[in-house]
């Protein structure tokens, strides 16, 4: 079996799907723009061929080193980057080298236009904001009068919470609507609550073979364009709820062999046409891994590999391994450099050190939204999560964490108490 990797090098995580799928036979081949003798030891070890292209973002290289793949090796089965970035660009590839495992450029714009995944969430039953596409100020304006500030402003076709605002009144709108639009934006009524997520992998008959859950208490897009620090955790399982919308919505896509990323909010209090506080409301679909280090976040919470299970999936078709380990809660704290924090590193360490899985900096490309400084660690309960999340991003010059819930309790000395590690802790790069 032939397998292309897109970017097998970054983000970081990327290595370990094309370990796991060279541990389980597959011819793993990779192209990306990183010079061969940059590439880890273990990444080098798993491709069985690079094809280095000095530009990604060119189609024709690109397309170049995919047919040198295909006259080497013969037909490509499988070609993907389980990036959100390349996902039109694999999709493409897909479409001109006839590789039938995944998405094609006839599929994408469900996958890439918010506007589109509307319809996908009314499909499999979760309501949703209204929304309109951004198209004038007079035509905004008539759209605040129905639905009332504020209102959310983002890409249409975008990722992450990149290019995403709030805005709060009429000189808020005014001052939107001043600039050239340079792409599709679409509005929609605010929901109050939290982001929670349905990730996992599925296989060929759309089956779920891996389900987690992670929870953003915080903003995300107030940490992406604030510069807030980054908090979120995997749930240490996940909620009945959360589950059946999940299953529903990969129903309603017909979602087969791949990663998925499915965002929801939960009402933080009752909404008109949404629902009541606590309900779920749709937010985005995603057809590749969470973000971030959240892959690692989900084998550490779950004592799992979705590395693994996705290898398992595209090599055999069905799971060869069985995973029965703890389950725990497993927290990402990325702190930010222009911030000043009341604890140092050393301290962190010494009361948090061996519930530690993850320590080292963020890559530049991903600190807008991770953050600087990251910590990932695992808990036994969601007191002792939020009381270390208090003291690590708690800075100088406030009481009490302006990222973290006000009910975070700061942690005593038993919730201190250093845990039995899991695996060994390791850098984040």
């Not at 779920?280 to 892959?295: D, K, Q, S």
């Amino acid at each position: 079996m032939n397998f292309v990797y897109i970017s097998p090098h970054f983000p970081a995580v990327m290595q370990n799907f094309c370990i796991a799928l060279r541990e389980n036979g597959v011819t793993v081949l990779g192209i990306g723009d990183a010079p061969y003798e940059t590439l880890s030891d273990s990444l080098r070890g798993a491709l069985q061929e690079y094809y280095r292209v000095n530009d990604m973002e060119n189609y024709d290289q690109m397309l170049r080193a995919v047919a040198y793949f295909t006259f080497k090796y013969g037909k490509i089965d499988y070609l993907e980057s389980n990036n959100e970035y390349w996902l039109e660009q694999d999709a493409r590839l897909r479409t001109d080298f006839n590789i039938t495992t995944g998405l094609k450029s006839a599929d994408m714009a469900v996958y890439k236009c918010k506007s589109r995944m509307k319809e996908i969430y009314a499909k499999a039953g979760i309501p949703a904001a209204r929304w309109q596409l951004a198209t004038t100020a007079e035509a905004a304006s008539a759209f605040v009068q129905e639905v009332g500030y504020p209102i959310i402003v983002k890409p249409n076709s975008g990722v992450g919470a990149c290019g995403t605002w709030k805005l709060n009144n009429n000189a808020d709108l005014s001052a939107f609507f001043a600039k050239p639009l340079d792409t599709e934006y679409i509005m929609e009524e605010f929901v109050p609550g939290e982001v929670t997520t349905f990730d996992g992998v599925c296989g060929s008959q759309g089956e779920v073979l891996l389900a987690a859950s992670h929870v953003s208490p915080g903003s995300i897009m107030e940490m992406v364009n604030e510069g807030n620090d980054c908090f979120y955790y995997v749930s240490k399982s996940v909620p009945a709820d959360v589950a059946a919308a999940g299953r529903s919505v990969l129903a309603a896509l017909g979602a087969k062999k791949r990663c998925f990323h499915l965002e929801f909010f939960r009402l933080s209090q009752a909404k008109e046409g949404m629902g009541r506080k606590g309900d779920l409301v749709a937010l985005e679909i995603n057809m590749r891994p969470a973000g971030g280090f959240t892959p690692d976040m989900i084998d550490y919470a779950y004592s799992t590999s979705l590395y693994q299970i996705y290898a398992d999936m595209v090599a055999f078709g069905e799971l060869r391994h069985s995973y029965t380990g703890p389950h725990a809660y497993c927290a990402y704290f990325g702190r930010r450099d222009h911030r000043q924090y009341l604890h140092s590193h050393d301290e962190i360490m010494t009361l948090y050190g061996t519930h530690m899985h993850m320590v080292g900096r963020m890559p530049d490309a991903l600190s807008v939204a991770m953050g600087n400084q990251v910590y990932i660690a695992c808990f036994d309960t969601k007191r002792a999560l939020f009381g270390a999340a208090d003291y690590v991003l708690r800075t100088a010059l406030h009481p009490a964490s302006d990222s973290v819930s006000s009910h975070a309790p700061v942690p005593s000395a038993a919730q201190g108490k250093p845990a039995k590690p899991r695996e060994r802790r390791k850098s984040a790069q």
